[in-house]
């Protein structure tokens, strides 16, 4: 088997594990709806959400609202990363990282003994630990585990706020803002090679690897000192934390099965952009990875 290839399916894995657990912890923390009397005699519904640090969604939550606010939340994300970028604060950008691990991975181990008596303090002492080697020591087999919990926490706080609906406005403008940062203004490639050398510190899989003229170059037993070049293999953060999140919406509104054939109308297209990708070139993978959760929920709808 050639090495490229093994590389897309080990890539191809890691995407399918994480989607995997994703739609465990989504199933985790579906909401509990129980029949209460308001005030005025009314009966009502009381949905209770069960998230913690703190993440629950807002009572009354409408899909409307949260995509606006997911959108502009984004944004400054974005202009947020470019200043601090810009003016070379890794420091800072470690820490803001090192938060956010230790929060998402402390969500999707909750969800594992969320009904043990202070589970969501307990799994921090598991998830700081990881959340510190990730960011502070840069294990490559540390990173790419936390990647594989990273997103499944993260995708249980968004899947409450949105509707299948607003889910698909929002693929359409992520995916639409992947091809303009990757293919007009280059902001992905320089997001990447800004996290790999110099934050180190990198939001995605990430599996460095020889290629067959470094292999050739180590069995001449190179001198000391002398450089080797090793390429990466990636695949980004929200290429993996998207899906995830279509995914958990379905589940919540119909059932497993229906996530599931979003999962793998992901996963095809993740595999066709594999296939026809050409080494060395950066693709942007939301617009596929769109289309197959797209094509996931049109049999939904039609089965």
Known sequence: MKHSVVITLILLGMFILSQAIGLAVTAAYLPDVTPAVAENGTLINVTTYHLPYGMEPPEEVRPQQSLVSIVIALIIAITIMVLLMKFRAEIFLRLWFFAVVSIALGITLNAAVKTVPYASLFVLIIAIPLAYFKVFQRNIIVHNITEVLIYPGIAAIFVPLLSIPTTIILLVIISAYDMYAVWHSGFMQRLAHYQIRTLRVF???????????????LMHR??????????????????????????????????????LLVTGGATLALAILFYLSEKGKFYPAMPFISLGCFLGLALVYLF
């Open 203 to 217: 939001s995605g899989f990430f599996i460095p690897y020889l290629t067959a003229q470094a292999k050739a170059n």
């Open 222 to 259: 190179p001198k000391a000192g002398k450089k080797v070049k090793v390429n990466v293999a990636i695949l980004g953060g929200g290429d993996v934390v998207f899906p995830i999140i279509v995914a958990g919406v379905v589940l919540r509104e119909f059932s497993l099965l229906p996530a």
